[in-house]
């Protein structure tokens, strides 16, 4: 079982920069996948970034490309989503997700190939 807690969220205006911090109750670096998620009011959830376990393999949706960066630092069980150049548009409530993985170079984009996940933390862009 992993248990994982989001924090950083917060209220920010429009071009502004955030860092959201992922903490794991284990080992992050037992070859877990991880995920930033988010979910808008009315909204599905939708992916925002994953990173591999060793951190060499990132991918991002296009909404953030170029404006948010996902890295981990596996000496302290924990993965960072750096958000810069905010829009409202990025308004929502933010998962961390974990899952096992047997490859470094393996990253997986949708909800449900994640095994868990974190209660999430609110961050509102206002204009």
């Known amino acids: 079982q992993v248990q994982l807690v989001e924090s950083g969220g917060g209220l920010v205006q429009a071009g502004d920069s955030l860092r959201l911090s992922c903490a794991a109750s284990?080992?992050?670096?037992?070859?877990?996948?991880m995920g930033w998620f988010r979910q808008a009011p009315g909204q599905e959830r939708e992916f925002v970034a994953t990173i591999g376990w060793s951190g060499g393999t990132t991918y991002y949706a296009d909404s953030v490309k170029g404006r948010f960066t996902i890295s981990r630092d596996n000496a302290k069980n924990t993965v960072y989503l750096q958000m810069s150049s905010l829009k409202p548009e990025d308004t929502a409530v933010y998962y961390c997700?974990?899952?096992?993985?047997?490859?470094?170079?393996?990253?997986?984009?949708?909800?449900?190939?994640?095994?868990?996940w974190g209660q999430g933390t609110q961050v509102t862009v206002s204009s």
């Open positions: 997700a974990s899952r096992g993985a047997i490859s470094s170079t393996i990253y997986y984009t949708q909800a449900y190939e994640y095994d868990y």
């Open positions: 284990t080992r992050t670096s037992s070859r877990y996948a």
